[in-house]
Nanobody
Framework: VQLQASGGGLVQPGGSLRLSCAAS????????MGWFRQAPGKERDFAVI???????LTADSAKGRFTISRDSGKNMVYLQMNSLKPEDTGIYYC???????????????WGQGTQVTVSS
């Protein structure tokens, strides 16, 4: 199984980024997918998750700014991040779960992470 995250980078406050995650080696359509983030010196927390049917759940800190989507035909998951803030800085991980969960313990496959830095 591979989850390959990409799209991170340096962006100014108020800017946007789109993260992508390419999944392979798993039954993509039967699994929930999520984006988790880990800020410097903090634990990894969920940012936004999407069920296999497209239901989404967004962390309060990201509501109204982050949107997750999935393309089952391409085995891809995307995270559109708008109105970025310095506190959004961190490593963003793509993850896959056989169940619907916002807890990282529920995810059995993880990508390598992509760095997002929001700074002027």
């Amino acid at each position: 199984v591979q989850l390959q995250a990409s799209g991170g980078g340096l962006v100014q406050p108020g800017g946007s980024l789109r993260l992508s995650c390419a999944a392979s080696g798993l039954t993509f359509n039967s699994r929930a997918m999520g984006w988790f983030r880990q800020a410097p010196g903090k634990e990894r927390d969920f940012a936004v998750i999407i069920s296999r049917s497209g239901v989404t759940l967004t962390a309060d800190s990201a509501k109204g700014r982050f949107t997750i989507s999935r393309d089952s035909g391409k085995n891809m998951v995307y995270l559109q991040m708008n109105s970025l803030k310095p506190e959004d800085t961190g490593i963003y991980y793509c993850a896959s779960s056989p169940i619907w969960s916002s807890q990282s313990i529920g995810y059995d496959y993880w990508g390598q992470g992509t760095q997002v830095t929001v700074s002027s």
